[in-house]
């Protein structure tokens, strides 16, 4: 059976990943990946998605405010300036995508940090209100900031229970 991963690799794998969506899937050149300590008060809706390997259950949420939402479902969507914002629903659609991409990508990147885990992802969601981690999760959450645009990543970790003492 495979070691539990860190929560510095699973936030490492998480940044990279966001940096390589940024600039791919949203077409954007000018922005900043940090950490944060909290979540961001005004952080009240996002897609989250689980993932999961056979020690270890890690949930990545992409929590911003609404308006945060709706720039990066327009980019996502890549509509005009010109064009309406879309309805709610798209927002939640895309912000579920943009969770469901950047999960595919950390599972590939933490897969390649150790050869034959199985990592499975679970169906992504969107949230209104704010996720806490419950006592004894681990949390980072890396921060994400374009044209307007302050998004945190939370990722969240448990070991499960047998393999939390090899950690």
């Known amino acids: 059976m ?11 794998a998480t940044s990279g990943s966001m940096e390589e969506f940024a600039i791919g899937a949203l077409g954007l050149e000018d922005f900043s990946i940090t950490t944060a300590d909290a979540v961001a008060e005004a952080a009240d809706c996002g897609g989250y998605i689980p993932i999961l390997t056979e020690r270890e259950s890690v949930q990545i949420g992409l929590a911003a405010d609404l308006a945060s939402c709706r720039k990066l479902s327009r980019l996502l969507l ?3 300036d010109s064009e309406p914002d879309p309805p709610l629903s ?37 949230v209104h209100g704010r996720i806490a981690p419950v006592a004894g999760l681990a949390d980072a959450i890396v921060r994400f900031e374009a044209a307007g645009i302050c998004c945190d990543i939370h990722v969240m970790h448990l070991p499960h229970r047998e393999s939390s003492k090899a950690a």
Do not use: C, Y
């Not at 495979?2 to 490492?12: E, F, G, T």
């Not at 927002?91 to 390649?112: L, P």
């Open 90 to 126: 798209e927002i939640r659609d895309a912000m579920g995508e943009i969770a469901n991409v950047i999960a595919g990508a950390i599972k590939t990147r933490v897969g390649n940090l150790r050869t034959g885990l199985e990592i499975q992802l679970g169906l992504p969601f969107f």
């Open 2 to 12: 495979s070691d539990v991963i860190p929560l510095k690799d699973w936030a490492s």
């Open 78 to 80: 890549v509509l005009e």
